[in-house]
């Protein structure tokens, strides 16, 4: 497929603003600050999540993906969610064993019916995602120069990236075989610096493994406040505890839920706090 017919067709960035308009506490500075902030939320025991994806077939990335989708959706507005994913790029047996950085970035836009039950658009994430994975070895360069041809695209074509991890991101220190894990797998994790930095406006890190979930949410601080990003994660948190018995709902139905009072204890790097939300 010509890069051309992937932007038109697959990833549909083609008649789309980019990047994807986020509700910014703050303008932008002329001159990018990297500095971030980073929030982390775990969950011990979270089931739900594990029957669901057997039930229905598909993986936990999937599940994860499509919920983060929804929650951007309810937050900015936006029924075509714009957002990133890396990919490893070692699609060929031939890779697997070489050293190098193979690692690509695949932006995805996601289409939002609200009459779509989640079971429905669990399928069409993936379905979409598979797509565009079908293509993941058009460099990521390539992407931007069409897109700077087609309608003048010069900045950013995404602000938002979400990856799945392998690794405990809430831990500390890290062995040098997961640091270079960590590095080629694009996974953000808490250093003992007292600084964080991050390219992205917003970087969701997510690892499931044995029933327990964790999310990290890394934020440009030049753009967001600590409390802005800690109540999108409580509606991420509240959106998981209402699939737990409600994936037959309609989205329209599930976002109107996440919206219930409630408070939550999140842990930054310095102190904890409560959210009422």
């Known amino acids: 497929m010509t890069v051309k017919k992937y932007l038109k ?23 990018k600050d990297y500095t971030a902030g980073i929030l982390t939320a775990k969950i011990i025991d979270h089931p739900a999540i594990g029957a669901f994806c057997k039930q229905e077939r598909i993986s936990p990335f999937i599940y994860l993906l499509s919920s983060v989708v929804l929650v951007l959706n309810q937050w900015t507005g936006a029924d075509d969610v714009i957002i990133a994913v890396p990919c490893a790029g070692r699609f060929h047996d031939d890779t697997v064993s070489q050293l190098g950085f193979y690692v690509n970035m695949l ?9 779509q039950t989640f079971t429905e658009f669990t399928a069409q994430v993936e379905k979409e995602l598979l797509s565009s994975l079908d293509n993941q070895m058009i460099p990521f360069t390539q992407i931007v120069n ?3 041809e087609h309608k003048g695209v010069t900045g950013r074509i995404f602000n938002v990236v979400v990856n799945m991890g392998n690794i405990d991101i809430s831990r500390t220190t890290l062995t040098d075989e997961e640091r270079i894990t960590t ?3 694009l996974t953000p994790v808490k250093e003992d610096a007292a600084v964080a930095y991050s390219k992205n406006d917003l970087t969701f890190s997510l690892n499931f493994a044995n029933n327990e979930l964790q999310v990290q949410l890394t934020y440009s601080t030049s753009i967001f406040r600590e409390e802005t990003i800690a109540l999108l994660l409580a509606r991420l948190e509240n959106l998981f505890d209402v699939l737990a018995n409600n994936a037959a ?7 109107s839920r996440i919206e219930r009072p409630g408070q ?6 310095d102190w904890t706090f409560n959210i009422d939300y």
Do not use: W
Not at 107 to 115: D, G
């Open 249 to 255: 709902n309609t989205i329209k139905e599930l976002q």
């Open 146 to 148: 069409a897109l700077a």
């Open 107 to 115: 932006p995805l836009c996601i289409s939002i019916n609200h009459l």
């Open 264 to 269: 939550q204890t999140y842990a930054t790097e």
């Open 9 to 31: 067709e697959s990833i549909k960035l083609g008649d789309k603003e980019l990047p994807m308009a986020l509700p910014l506490d703050f303008l932008n500075n002329e001159v």
């Open 183 to 185: 590095m080629f797998r």
